[in-house]
């Protein structure tokens, strides 16, 4: 059974930073493309970045570029989302989620995990 569990959410005052992890079970990372979704209440999913290792693409969403860092440690069968510089528009719960390439579409993606909250306060 493929599941994925994410961590490293939390309440932040903003401009301040989270780390968030994306360790699956029953699934290597590096062998499909990893997204990370955000959904905030009464909007949305959309993804926020995606990785895949096999060929080093990456994609952020503009809005945080500059300010969110994606990446991947094959050996931990992890990925990570680092947030910087957060915003209070920021605050929603994070899924990650897999695809078969970097797309840009968050229906693309399948997220198998329940999410971690991120609260950013202002």
């Known amino acids: 059974e493929v599941q ?39 909007k949305e999913r959309e993804l926020v970045s995606c990785i895949r290792s096999s060929d080093g693409s990456t994609y952020l969403k503009d809005s945080v570029k500059g ?20 915003k209070p528009e920021d605050t929603a719960t994070y899924y990650c989620a897999a695809a078969f390439a970097c797309t840009t579409g968050a229906s693309d993606y399948i997220p198998y995990g329940q999410g971690t909250q991120v609260t950013v306060s202002s």
């Open 4 to 42: 994925f569990v994410e961590s490293g959410g939390g309440l932040v005052q903003a401009g301040g930073s989270l780390r968030l992890s994306c360790a699956p079970s029953g699934f290597t990372v590096d062998d499909y493309a990893i997204g990370w979704l955000r959904q905030a209440p009464g």
């Open 67 to 86: 300010r969110f860092t994606i990446s991947g440690d094959n050996a931990k069968n992890t990925v990570f989302l680092q947030m910087d510089s957060l």
